[in-house]
């Protein structure tokens, strides 16, 4: 982490080493750059939370949840956050990416493209728009 607070550098080294199998699988497709040749990084801290997997470039998280995540407030917390400090955050259930990763994979390809637009809300994923604001130029 490039200059970054030592307690968050430590805390996302710990979060890396207890990946579930649907995360592991997420990270592989993710990594060196395999998917489009956008680099992601995995446990990026985002004010007080750490994004599963992000990519700088298109300010774009990628969460997986367990079931433990259904209908959380704080998960819309996260969300909100990280849509605050400039992120979209997609998020997509451990038991998708097992069984149809190909389609989580098309969906961070659109939202990478600018082809996911607004908020979106279904039953196998989310998408939660950074707000114009405060992105970038």
Known sequence: MRGGNSNKATRARNLRKVENEAEELMWYELRGRRLNGYKFVRQLPIGPFFADFA??????????DGSQHAG???????????????????????IDVLTQRSLVLDTIVEALEGRLVGGLVANDMRFVPARSETLKS
């Open 72 to 94: 959380s407030g704080y998960d819309r917390m996260r969300d909100e956050t990280m849509s605050t400090n400039g992120w979209s955050v997609l998020r997509f259930w451990n």
């Open 55 to 64: 990519c700088r470039e298109k300010n774009i998280v990628v969460e997986i």
